[in-house]
Antibody
């Protein structure tokens, strides 16, 4: 059974850097074809994909936020991290990590999600 | 970027009636090498994370009731709930995973 859990600060001040941790179980990021991504959702609004890290170490970012995002992983601890710099009140959102994979049929979408963590940006 | 446009924004359906949600992508999401459309549908209930209902446009996830079905190809897709149940009240999102940046539709709120 795949599970993911996000952790990190619930409140950050404007201009600060946010670092979130996704701790997962039930899969390994060293397995070929496995990805972990971050998605956010402002209160009452839609979903926005932020970043993705592949099993081979490749990374992809949403171009609209690329200069502010860094995704990394510690495969020995089954953790993925997201850093977002220069936080602003408009970045207030629930941040979620999610698993996706590829098999013989092709790529799959995010199929398991963490519960998400609400991050509020306010002075 | 592939823009995903969902319609309607919301709809009210009587119990047992059909609900239809449309999603249009700004470019093809059909992967020619395997003839699969890289479209997924999610259901999100208040306070919960999105739940994957359908991938490859029409493949239902294990455990998802068969009243949920997906159809469409290339740029036009539909999620149908054939007989709405009370537990289906939620916001539904389409999602393209054909290319980065991955994008989602704006969501459709389904109410009784």
């Amino acid at each position: 059974q795949i599970t993911l859990r996000e952790s990190g600060p619930t409140l950050v001040k404007p201009t600060q850097t946010l670092t979130l941790t996704c701790t997962f179980s039930g899969f390994s990021l060293t397995t070929s074809g496995v990805h972990v991504g971050w998605i956010r959702q402002p209160p009452g609004k839609g979903l926005e994909w932020l970043a993705l890290i592949y099993s081979n170490g490749d990374k992809r970012y949403n171009p609209s936020l690329r200069t502010r995002l860094t995704i990394t992983a510690d495969t020995s601890k089954d953790q993925v991290f997201l850093t977002m710099t220069n936080m602003d009140p408009v970045d207030t959102a629930t941040y979620s990590c999610a698993h996706r994979h590829m098999d013989s049929g092709g790529w799959h979408p995010f199929d398991s999600w963490g519960q998400g963590t609400l991050v509020t940006v306010s002075s | 970027d592939i823009v995903m446009t969902q319609s309607p924004d919301s709809l009210a359906v009587s119990l047992g009636e059909r609900a239809t949600i449309n999603c249009k992508s700004s470019q093809s999401v059909l992967y020619s090498s395997n003839n699969k459309n890289y479209i997924a549908w999610y259901q999100q209930k208040p306070g919960q994370s999105p739940k994957l209902l359908i991938h490859w446009a029409s493949t239902r996830e294990s455990g998802v009731p068969d009243r949920f079905s997906g159809s469409g190809s290339v740029t036009d897709f539909t999620l149908t709930i054939s007989s709405l149940q009370a537990e289906d009240v939620a916001v539904y999102y389409c999602h393209q995973y054909y290319s980065a940046p991955l994008t989602f539709g704006g969501g459709t709120r389904v109410e009784i």
